[in-house]
């Protein structure tokens, strides 16, 4: 007898066998056992997931001869649709049944009673096949059928669909069957099989077939041709042109370790033994996953691909910010890949690069309690801008401004800043205290227009630091912004007293602002301060910003205004 696919020997042939899909298997046989049955059902859900199966289940069920267990698999009709010679079951492929003259035909025996069964079944796969003329076709058929016609649509674009035919069926969705259970039906093929395996390799099997049970058993057919005494992961690994877990971490320890050299040299490697990079490049993201949600639960289990001692290992040395900005680069080099299928190594590369980039713009990573980061001090800077600390006598701060500082609370004093500052945790702190909600949904609203002033000559220097960066948070006339980059940082921070970036700043916001320029490892460990202390009601008062341009403007104005009547004089500029 000629060899059959494991996918078609281990096919159920009960509701009880199938994988997955319980509530829909609990919804069937209720119908089937309360005599519900449906004139039209559309079966949707992606390949592999039992629908056709189901399909033919459900007919069989319906015409079973035996009363108290259907299907019985024993009686002359089962065992008829199982060997497909029954009269009554039509199964029909959309794509190659989809002309009007087909569905015709289709609909003109309809009418005829069964041969032999109770019911005449039609399974139409790929309905979604069917041309428009066909549809219509089948709507009359579809909405008022013989009490002994059974329609079973099955599809994998419902949205092909025609809406008129869908409300005429009752719609069942079929999910992606979990690893779980894809990871116990390969073992019990393989069990009755009597091949040995290793329990890695049907844990790789089950992840590429992504949620396809069908998919699966082709897999784990294809791996049996090459290795039929044992299914191990290195043969899975070969056959799919997948780079082995531990291949995965050195690549990912050498971009932690800054070294370019060896990077390269392994994504050379990567490229000689024939690993497909796009899969490569889509396991790295899920191993920095896998270390990123370990970093925040320390919960092992979540280490799938990954061991708990390299993942600590990666961590002593990256910040899980900058694990975070890793992903970003391979999905973006991910994204590249599939949209050209040249250079998907240079693609690869230049992401490991940026990578590095990342890791060479930081200063060593915080542990896991928070430790304050020092800043960089290039140059002797002055003290903050003169601020006025507004005393509070209840003890209780509350973290978040709900509104915007009142405007008689920014009392101006006589202050010149001609550079810019690095400041403290502290003062950072009491900016984070007085800062509200509203006002930074405003300015992230604003931010994108940065762009209108990019070929204005006076403009165009900031507005390029400023891309690199987003706002944090913002109180009544300041703002923290972040950026992954130190450099970026301290370009904004020298430019921030400049005439004409507080004139750009207050084109963008309608008002003055001041800007702190911080990276975003900073940020994110200010912010976990903030809660600690928060916590403590240790918070410090929240800080108010005085513009003192802003007064000396107002009292020339209001001095000129009174001299010569407002709107009859021109300030000139620089």
Not at 326 to 336: F, P, V
Not at 464 to 480: K, V
Request: aromatic share 8%.
């Amino acid at each position: 007898m000629a060899y059959q696919a494991l996918y078609r020997t281990y096919r159920p042939n009960t509701f009880d066998e199938v994988v997955g899909q319980k509530y829909i298997v609990k919804t069937l046989k209720n119908a089937i056992e309360n005599n519900k049955i449906a004139h039209a059902y559309l079966f949707c859900g992606p390949r592999g997931t039992g629908k056709t199966t189901i399909a033919r289940i459900l007919a069989k069920a319906i015409n079973c001869e035996n009363e108290t267990n259907r299907p019985c698999n024993e009686c002359l009709s089962c065992r008829m649709i199982m060997e497909g010679t029954h009269p009554d079951i039509i199964e029909i492929d959309g794509a190659s049944y989809g002309t009007v003259d087909s569905t015709r035909e289709l609909i003109d025996k309809v009418k005829y009673a069964p041969l032999q069964g109770k019911y005449k079944v039609y399974i139409i796969d790929e309905v979604h096949m069917l041309s428009i003329s066909a549809f219509n076709s089948l709507l009359k058929t579809l909405e008022e059928p013989p009490a002994h016609a059974v329609f079973i649509l099955a599809t994998t674009d419902p949205q092909k669909v025609l809406p008129t035919i869908i409300s005429r069926c009752q719609r069942y969705d079929f999910e992606k069957v979990s690893k779980e259970d894809i990871y116990n039906r390969l073992k019990y093929v393989l069990d009755n099989e009597k091949i040995a395996y290793e329990e890695d390799a049907l844990q790789e099997i089950a992840f590429l077939a992504d949620g396809g049970l069908r998919d699966a058993l082709s897999i784990l057919d294809q791996v049996i041709a090459y290795s039929p005494d044992r299914i191990s992961l290195d043969a899975v690994y070969k056959i799919y042109g997948i780079a082995s877990k531990r291949s995965r971490y050195n690549l990912l320890d050498a971009v932690a370790n800054k070294d370019t050299t060896e990077a390269l040299s392994l994504s050379n490697k990567l490229e000689q033994t024939g690993i497909k990079i796009e899969r490569f490049t889509y396991d790295l993201i899920e191993v920095i996953k896998q270390c990123v949600i370990y970093e925040q639960t320390r919960d092992k289990k979540y280490l799938k691909d990954l061991e708990e001692k390299d993942a600590l290992s990666l961590l002593q040395r990256v910040s899980d910010s900058i694990l975070l900005t890793w992903i970003d680069d391979l999905l973006d080099a991910y994204k590249m890949m599939h949209n050209q299928s040249t250079n998907t190594y240079s693609i690869f590369e230049i992401a490991l690069l940026k990578m590095i980039q990342v890791v060479h713009g930081t200063n060593n990573v915080q542990p896991t309690p928070v430790v304050q980061e020092k800043t960089q001090e290039p140059v002797k800077r002055e003290k903050p801008p003169v601020v006025e600390v507004k005393k509070e006598p209840e003890p209780e701060v509350v973290p978040v401004r709900e509104e915007p500082v009142k405007e008689e609370e920014i009392k101006p004093e006589e202050t010149n800043k001609t550079e810019a500052e690095t400041f403290d945790d502290e003062y950072l702190l009491g900016l984070l205290v007085g800062a509200n909600k509203l006002r930074k949904a405003e300015m992230l609203q604003a931010w994108p227009n940065l762009n209108e002033y990019s070929f204005q000559e006076d403009f165009a220097k900031y507005v390029s630091s400023l891309r690199e960066c987003q706002p944090a948070a913002c109180g009544t006339n300041y703002a923290i912004i972040t950026t992954k980059h130190t450099s970026v940082c301290e370009q904004v921070n020298e430019d921030r007293m400049s005439p004409r970036f507080r004139e750009l700043f207050k084109n963008l916001c309608g008002s003055e602002c001041f800007i702190f320029a911080i990276t975003n490892d900073r940020f994110a460990s200010l912010v976990k301060l903030f809660k600690e202390r928060s916590a403590q009601k240790t918070l410090p008062s929240p800080i108010v910003i005085k513009m003192d341009e802003e007064k000396k403007e107002t009292e020339t104005e209001k001095k000129l205004n009174e001299l010569f009547g407002e709107g009859n004089y021109n300030l000139m500029g620089e």
